[in-house]
């Protein structure tokens, strides 16, 4: 099984948090908030890049995102 980091190096379709917020046209403020009352699923639509980091870093999956908000990329 392929770990995370090298799979977001190889699939484009993880992106940053920055290229998800600028995707979707909100802040990061409104795309966490999603996250935290579960709109999005951990490993589906994003996952921690580093999850012991004091400040995590998150990739999403801008398709499955981008449907689950019934956006059109």
């Not at 589906?44 to 019934?70: N, Q």
Request: without cysteine; aromatic residues 10%; glycine residues 4%.
């Amino acid at each position: 099984m392929m770990n995370k980091k090298a799979k977001s190096k190889t699939d484009h379709s993880w992106v940053s948090t920055t290229v998800m917020m600028t995707l979707l046209g909100v802040s990061r403020e409104h795309l966490y908030r999603l996250r935290e009352r579960k709109r999005f699923t951990k490993g589906t639509h994003y996952y921690v890049v580093d999850e012991d980091a004091y400040r995590p870093t998150y990739r999403w999956h801008k398709t499955r995102v981008a449907e689950t908000l019934g956006v059109k990329l």
